[in-house]
């Protein structure tokens, strides 16, 4: 069964850009949401998607955001590109997110603001 | 106060002792709880969860639950130099979705 897939690994971008990220969750589950990590901060909640739904959000500037399709895939977007966005973004999936389900993790996209 | 936290670090042990990772949390009303392994560079891996008080063990790993005292542990048995790596106390604060709180993490060493 695959995994968790993220897309692009590694990239870099200048401040003032915007970004977009990609994540195919494992088959069958319907939930995704997304994490920041940082050396300072370490993981940091950011939102979770479930059918097509934004389901719970962290304390993020409007600046992040994210969508989930219907097939359960979902990007997270982050517009105005600032230093400090610079970090390792996972995406996590659920089966459906009910208390107890367990979240497994993509390998992440590491993410260069210059 | 953070939600989730844990003692940084770093901890040494020799390899085959027994390893003690902490944590506590602040809300009363998370529901769910999880270790998570993290080695450098790499994505956070699920070692185990626990959601009743008491204890849980998995192969060489044993959680332990302590709702009143909001507390969390991660024994691990037989350690081995495979074990060094960054360990993640995370707990679900929802009885609906996921809205994970994650601890700044444990850097374990086990020397050889």
């Known amino acids: 069964k695959a995994g968790v897939t993220q897309t692009p690994r590694y990239l870099i971008k200048t401040r003032g850009q915007q970004v977009t990220l990609s994540c195919s969750p494992i088959s069958g589950h319907r939930s995704v949401s997304w994490y920041q990590q940082t050396p300072g901060q370490g993981l940091q909640f950011l939102f979770e998607?479930?059918?097509?739904?934004?389901?719970n959000k962290g304390n993020f500037p409007g600046r992040f955001s994210g969508r989930q399709f219907s097939n359960s895939r979902s990007e997270m977007n982050v517009s105005t590109l600032e230093l400090g966005d610079s970090a390792l973004y996972l995406c996590?999936?659920?089966?459906?997110?009910?208390?107890?389900?367990?979240?497994?993790f993509g390998e992440g996209s590491w993410l260069t603001v210059v | 106060q953070k939600e989730v936290e844990q003692n940084s670090g770093p901890l040494s042990v020799p390899e085959g002792a027994i390893a003690s990772l902490n944590c506590t949390y602040s809300?009363?009303?998370?529901?769910?709880f999880f270790w998570y392994r993290q080695y450098s560079g790499k994505s956070p891996e699920l070692i185990m969860f626990?959601?009743?008080?008491g204890d849980k063990e998995d192969g060489r790993f044993t959680a332990q639950l302590n709702k009143a005292s909001q507390y969390v542990s991660l024994l691990i048995r037989d350690s081995q130099p495979s074990d060094s790596a960054t360990y993640l106390c995370?707990?679900?604060?929802?009885?609906?979705?996921?809205?994970?709180?994650f601890g700044t993490g444990t850097s374990l060493t086990v020397i050889p």
């Open positions: 996590a999936s659920s089966l459906d997110g009910t208390a107890g389900n367990t979240i497994y």
């Open positions: 809300d009363r009303g998370s529901q769910s």
């Open positions: 626990i959601y009743s008080n």
């Open positions: 998607y479930f059918s097509e739904t934004q389901r």
């Open positions: 995370a707990v679900n604060l929802r009885s609906t979705g996921n809205q994970f709180y």
